[in-house]
């Protein structure tokens, strides 16, 4: 067998990850894709999750940035995690995957984590407001990033490490980039 | 199994038991140096906003925001009165910072309705109606562009309200509701209230990043932005 499950980290965790992950993405994605619809039929239609100058996914949603290949990109999403998702049952059900599928899984999650930080740069620096769907398929396709990759390099070590500093570091973006207005929150 | 085996076996359990172990302490600890230092950036910018908290604002949390900057440097608040004919006539002046300042300049509007216009307060309820619904944009448009088929009539214009409510393709049962809601006017009023403690007198009135501000033109406008833009 080419690819030993001994020698691989987190053989237990990992499956869970990815099919939790997979399907909060793909939840997220579909809320998205359907709030997207309900904008297109009423152009005057406010999303649940327009919750503030801030927190306000309508506002995001009607940018070409939502539609960075021409099509809403939650459509990625809802395929994208379905894909996972079933992955990770499949590793759950005894499955034994082969070299060349941990390869595809990790230019998957790969591109979607190169996809995310253009999004957040967007969304921080350009549109100037968050939408809390987006922010967890960003949470989400990190984590999924993070463990297929240290999967792939048989690593584990301080795993939890990295991830949380990736996190933190975001979260202080945002904080600094709208600190004028959780200021006057507090 | 051997002996040896299972002594290896047990002494590579240990061994990843305590490998999970420092990663949590270090995990953990990162996360507890970022939580401190946020703490302590939070209580000292909170210090100084604390003791203003009391005193009127210019700018409240639930203040409508026409437009939002994002680095929420300049924010320029109007106290205004839809029946009033100077704050129809700052209108278009506002509607043309607003474009030229997008992404620059937060736009806030606050209510200011005065007691002898006639449809002043009913205004303000309706567009506060139409803003429980996420058009407050749209409406306070509305009450400005069409001003002269509704003010100084002096007779109620709920009718010509609810028919705005209609275009704009909001719920107008709920509009209704909201309309006729004394939290509306409460809202309305509290907005009112917050201006006269302010030292607002007439409409519209402006407040620039908190002071009053009383530009005669469109031009000198500009320049007291550009010049609060530079600070």
Known sequence: ?186 | MSRKEKIAAMRAQDTQRAARKRNLAVTLTVIGVFAVVLAAIVLINRAPVAESGGGPQAVRADSHRLQTAPDGKVTLVEFLDFECEGCAAHYPVVEQLRKDYAGKVTFVVRYFPIASHFNAERAARAVEAAAQQGKFEAMYQRMFERQPEWGEKRVPADQTFRGYAQDLGLDVAAWEKAYRDPATLKRVTKDAEEGQALGVEGTPTFFLNGTKIQPQSADEFKALIDAALKR
């Open chain 1, 1 to 186: 067998m080419p690819h030993s499950s001994a020698e691989a980290p987190f053989p237990r965790l990992l499956p869970w990850l990815l099919l939790s992950g997979g399907a909060i993405g793909l939840l997220a994605s579909f809320v998205l894709s359907v709030e997207k619809i309900a904008l297109l039929k009423n152009p005057g239609y406010v999303p649940s999750c327009s919750l503030n100058p801030v927190l306000s996914c309508g506002s995001i949603m009607r940018t070409w940035q939502a539609e960075l290949f021409g099509f809403p990109n939650p459509l990625l999403g809802v395929a994208a995690f379905a894909v996972v998702t079933t992955v990770g049952a499949a590793l759950l059900a005894g499955a034994s995957l082969p070299r060349w599928f941990w390869y595809g899984l990790q230019t998957g999650v790969s591109l979607g984590f190169v996809l995310v930080h253009w999004l957040i740069y967007q969304s921080l620096y350009e549109i100037g407001a968050l939408c809390p769907y987006c922010m967890v398929v960003w949470a989400v396709t990190a984590v999924l990033f993070w463990y297929v990759t240290l999967h792939n390099l048989r690593r584990s070590g301080y795993h939890t490490v990295p991830i949380v500093l990736w996190f933190l570091a975001v979260v202080t973006l945002i904080l600094v980039r709208f600190w004028s207005y959780w200021s006057t929150l507090l």
